[in-house]
DNA sequence: TCGTATAGTTAAGTATCCTTAACTAATTAG
DNA sequence: CTAATTAGTTAAGGATACTTAACTATACGA
């Protein structure tokens, strides 16, 4: 086994693995809340993307234009997002969170890295340098593999604290 | 910042980086096979555990009793399942992927191994190598972390070649 | 300026999926 | 053996979320 074929196979079952806790999570969450998968998704794509339009969440949710309509409309009446008219282009909407749809989206990522605090406890120190290491270079990866994302500003970028630690080769 | 701080910290950066493009496979891949994205999990619970009965899939979902019943029905008409007497307990059901199912998981999963692959051309050797230890104490310690699971008979454990590799300290 | 394209909404109809209530059948406990 | 529990189903009714078709309003290109 090659290295690259090595490194696509762990990085597959660390994604089942992760997956599966994730989905049940989000689920979990979802009804919790009271509100469907899509409309969380939906939540988890402002959080991420700040701001977007009507016909951006129909892509994200996989669904027709008057499908994310109606459901940006469900979701304005329940107060978890917001939709102002677009300064540029008075046809455009920008849908944002509200303060209540920010709080529930924190709820939720709150209640991710509790499990993740839970992981620490069975590894050893020099355990978790790697993983940081190793993960740092992953996460950056992966980023440049997105597609842009139309911040209006980054938020809490360069946060101090969250710098990547050099690895030595 | 601690070690545990830090570390979870970037388990949270890979956990959203990895989340947001997960679930946008998920929600497409769903809608591509027509299913939804409840039909789509419950495929995935049983390709990992095997076998389950109905009232398991209820718990997955957050549904009562009827509802899991009527999504295994309608999966079952769909070809996606199958439905079989529990020997030992005649009022339980066992619920089993159909071939065309387990078919329909493996193509997903293959949709996400070419997005893993990917990732393995931006890394140099080295890094691959760093990842692939870190990955492995992680899949350990999560998967410790998993509630048992039932599986009927453990398929491709201790496959040649998916040994972990010893990290020095 | 006129025609076309774009962003979004509204309306009508349908399918899915959920709930509770009432049921059957098998198991287990006293 | 009877009573209670457990696994699952069926039925009726309701909410959600999807579709297509038809619409409004803005932007843009010739």
Redesign the pocket.
């Known amino acids: 086994m090659t290295t690259p074929d090595r490194f696509t196979q762990v990085l597959q079952d660390w994604s089942e693995v992760f997956m599966r806790r994730s989905m049940h999570d989000f689920i979990q969450f979802s009804k919790d809340s009271g509100?469907?998968m899509?409309?969380t998704s939906v939540l988890f794509h402002l959080h991420h993307g700040s701001s977007c339009?009507?016909?951006?969440i129909?892509e994200l949710?996989?669904?027709?234009?008057?499908?994310?309509?109606?459901?940006?409309?469900?979701m304005v009446t329940l107060g978890l997002i917001e939709?102002t008219e677009?300064p540029?282009?008075?046809?455009?909407?920008?849908?944002q969170l509200t303060a209540n749809g920010r709080l529930i989206v924190k709820e939720s990522i709150e209640a991710r890295r509790r499990w993740m605090e839970q992981l620490t406890y069975t590894l050893t120190s020099e355990e978790q340098t790697l993983i940081i290491n190793a993960l740092n270079i992953l996460v950056d990866a992966a980023r440049d593999l997105e597609p842009r994302v139309n911040k209006v500003e980054s938020r809490e970028q360069n946060e101090p604290g969250k710098e990547h630690i050099a690895i030595e080769n």
């Open positions: 509100l469907s899509g409309q339009g009507v016909s951006d129909g949710l996989g669904v027709t234009n008057p499908a994310a309509s109606q459901m940006v409309h469900r939709r677009d540029d282009d008075r046809r455009a909407k920008q849908l």
